[in-house]
């Protein structure tokens, strides 16, 4: 099974701040890589897919980058919206698998 | 506008069996993949598993921590996701989210997810 790392597994940060979220997989998955976010009590929410492309309705703050086994998910200028916990997920093959998520906090 | 709404959540005990559904609409579900996830009590996510469309014969996958005691099933006619949960552990305490598999590309990501269901297993 391929095993998703993410880091840090916390983060405090301030409004406007830039963060940046590292995903890394045990082995390749191509592009094949999600990021979600998720709020206290709600479901996730989809914001980025094929590692770097931007679900519709996704603020352009929001950035995801890489291929293989390192990924990135870049916030450029942190709302206070945007305090939450964000996970990625592969699917390059089955079983599917998530990063453990990393819960971002306001400083 | 797309809706999925689990039910059948609820308190059972361990070794028994329960069985979730999520009711979809406002979009086309014959034609969708759908998948469970669960989220264990303060924890991260878990992919449970996925069944394909009518086109794909109707296949399934699962996580190995659920394979051999789960089983998702679909009522196209109802436009409705089942996850059949049997021998059920303390450990399956979760709440259950299903989510509906939008293809991107050369893969189903999950697009839409619903409220989700709380299982508690515990005698």
């Known amino acids: 099974d391929i095993q998703l790392t993410q880091s840090p597994s916390f983060l405090s940060a301030s409004v406007g701040d830039r963060v940046t979220i590292t995903c890394r997989a045990s082995q390749g998955i191509s592009s094949y890589l999600a990021w979600y976010q998720q709020k206290p009590g709600k479901a996730p929410k989809f914001l980025i897919y094929?590692?770097?492309t931007l679900q519709s309705g996704v603020p352009s703050r929001f950035s995801g980058s890489g291929s293989g086994t390192e990924f990135t998910l870049t916030i450029s200028s942190l709302q206070p919206e945007d305090f939450a916990t964000y996970y990625c997920?592969?699917?390059?093959?089955?079983?599917?698998?998530f990063g453990q998520g990393t819960r971002l906090e306001i400083k | 506008e797309v809706q999925l709404v689990e039910s059948g959540g609820g308190l059972v005990q361990p070794g028994r069996s329960l069985r979730l559904s999520c009711a979809a609409s406002g979009f086309t579900f014959s034609d969708q993949y759908a998948d469970w996830v669960r989220q264990a009590p303060g924890k991260g996510l878990e992919w449970v598993g996925r069944t394909r469309d009518k086109a794909h014969s109707y296949t399934t996958e699962y996580a190995a921590s659920v394979k051999g005691r789960f089983i998702i099933s679909r009522d196209d006619s109802k436009n409705s996701l089942y996850l059949q949960m049997n021998s059920l552990r303390t450990e399956d305490t979760a709440v259950y989210y299903c989510?509906?598999?939008?293809?991107?590309?050369?893969?189903?990501?999950?697009?839409?997810w619903g409220q989700g269901t709380l299982v508690t297993v515990s005698s």
């Open positions: 989510a509906r598999a939008i293809k991107f590309t050369e893969v189903y990501y999950l697009v839409y």
């Open positions: 094929d590692a770097s």
């Open positions: 997920q592969h699917f390059n093959n089955y079983p599917i698998t």
